[in-house]
Every structure is written in structure tokens, then in C-alpha cells.
């Protein structure tokens, strides 16, 4: 089956970078629109980022200017660069993607998360 893995969470000061990797695994024949998302304690989980199967970008506003989505569809990975963190980007990241796999119909399927900690 489809797997989607994230890695590249961690610990990091305000004002830090970090990188962001999901990588799809499995019978996938395609993938269409992918994103990120992200969930802080006692907030509703909210879309970061999106990204077209054509590499068009779009971002929510909280981090226009300093997020950067993409995707190497040769490799089924997409990746979030995210500069200039600030506390309020403390959540657990999640991947999630539109495939088809073997299935007739293309399915939504999300990773199990990433944990991005900014802190002093």
C-alpha cells in the first residue's frame, strides 16, 4: 500500500531553518496536489502549504515569504523550507498527498507527522 513518510523535524531557535521531507512510497502510478499541514496543541489542524502537480505553490498567509514548498516528482518527494521560524510554528507537520495507486479512483492519503519544535 501507499506509505507517506516526513522527516526533517526537530529542535530549532527563533529565527532558525529548517527542511521539511515527505517521500511517497508504494504502488503509486501518480500524484496529484500535495501539502503540508501542520496541528498545534489546542489548535485546529491548518493547511501550510500546497503544491499542484505542476509545482504551483500556494501559502497560507502565516508564513508567505518565508516557507517554500516543492515537490521532485521523479522521487515522489516534496519538501518545505522553512525559514525564519518563529514560536508560533510549533506544531506537528503532516504530509498528505492525492495518488493513484491501484485503485481506479486517485486517494487522499496522510504521513504520520513530524514534530517542529521553536523555542529559546
Known amino acids: 500500500q501507499v506509505q507517506l513518510v516526513e522527516s526533517g523535524g526537530g529542535l530549532v531557535q527563533p529565527g532558525g531553518s529548517l527542511r521539511l521531507s515527505c517521500v511517497a512510497s508504494g504502488i503509486i502510478f501518480s500524484i496529484n496536489d500535495m501539502a503540508w499541514y501542520r496541528q498545534a496543541p489546542g489548535k485546529e489542524r491548518e493547511s501550510v502549504a500546497t503544491?499542484?502537480?505542476?509545482?504551483?505553490?500556494d501559502y497560507a498567509d502565516s508564513v508567505k515569504g518565508r516557507f517554500t514548498i516543492s515537490r521532485d516528482n521523479a522521487n515522489n518527494t516534496m519538501h518545505l523550507q522553512m525559514n525564519n521560524l518563529k514560536p508560533e510554528d510549533t506544531a506537528v507537520y503532516y504530509c498528505t498527498a492525492n495518488i493513484l495507486s491501484i485503485n481506479v479512483e486517485p486517494f487522499n492519503y496522510w504521513g504520520q507527522g513530524t514534530q517542529v519544535t521553536v523555542a529559546s
Open positions: 503544491i499542484s502537480a505542476g509545482g504551483r505553490g
